[in-house]
């Protein structure tokens, strides 16, 4: 009975630790290490700005109109929009621009090879120094290319992410735990940042060095083996908050859920094809950074479930007895959010919403299925 009862404590410090211990650590690192600053610097190298766009024809001509328009001279910006396959007309729409702006060209990629695939065949093609990476749907403010480049001023750096901002212009529910998601994730990759080196980036704003890449797995999402690819070489991946991009969310809950289990799949597909990067003994720093924020968080309902059912076997005594009512108390929230959208339903309804596309997409990752196509979403 005693080692159930470490276990079940356990488990529950770990998820504890995960969401609210981890960033807690980080500030108290934060206040005595101290990283590169780039505060000022006007850096402009070559960029090439890659836009992603499988059947874009709704916004690919909006994206467009904001690459042209950001704040960076044009004689050091190159546009390549890389179409997987397109079939309606995004292509189209594409060559029109690129007829009036001769630095848009359009990449299509044929045999709709997925997203990374086609990334992996257009990165060739690029001219510029530094490689940005960005979605269809994703717009872009007038300096977000300025402040995602200062950073490679300095030489440690080879990865820079962005700052995306959802946009929730219907007031959904599941686009206002959506925006307090990423408002969480802003705050652990700007105490990563201050302590050394993030370890993620996000889709809709992210650049490379070009000298640093290197081809990558089609099965796992490029923001998500990047980040992994520029720090294995010894470099650092930092965040900029300044550097903003903006979407809107989705309006619809069995969408998001699809494209969050998606991209749980393609992340543990990708990190067991990048273990060998966490090994603690070369890079302790990223080690406790990968586990804390994805790996350890991705198996959380695996802890819950354990807990749930380790619980069942310790009622004989009364502390117990509250733990276990606390949880169907959570639970019962959980369920009532599915009709009522408050937050006070509506916060332990998308926690275990995320949960449970985590437990679906590591399951799937480790049985081996793989998804490497996407279809654009309302977000």
Known sequence: MMVLQVAFWFLIFLIVYIYFGYPVLLKIISSFKKVPSNEGQTFKPKV???????NEEKVIGEKLQNAVGLNYPRELLEIIVVSDDSSDRTNEIVEEYSTKYPFITLNVVKGRKGKTEALNKSVPLAKGDVLVFSDAN???????????????????????????????????????????????????KTLETQTGTSIVAN???????RELFKEMNPNVG?????????????????????????????????????????IVTRSFTGIMAYKKVLNPFKNFDFFYKYMSHKFLRWLVPYYMIAVFIMNLFLLEHELYKWVFAAQLLFYGLAVLGIWVKHKITYIPYYFCLVNYAALLGTMRAMTGKRQATWKPTSR
């Not at 990047?226 to 989705?250: C, D, H, M, W």
């Open 48 to 54: 090439t700005f890659f836009i992603a766009a499988y």
């Open 222 to 262: 490029d923001d998500m083996q990047n980040p992994l690819i520029i720090i294995s070489q010894g470099k650092r991946f930092v965040y900029e908050p300044n550097a903003i991009t903006k979407e809107e969310t989705s309006t619809k809950e069995k969408e998001e859920f699809g494209r969050k289990v998606r």
């Open 203 to 209: 889709g809709s704003i992210y650049a490379i060095r």
């Open 138 to 188: 994703s717009m872009y403010e007038k300096d977000a290319l300025l402040y995602l480049v200062k950073h490679f001023s300095e030489p440690s750096i080879g990865g820079v992410c962005g700052e995306l901002k959802l946009l929730n212009s219907t007031n959904s529910s599941i686009g206002e735990s959506e925006g307090a998601y990423w408002k969480y994730e802003k705050l652990l």
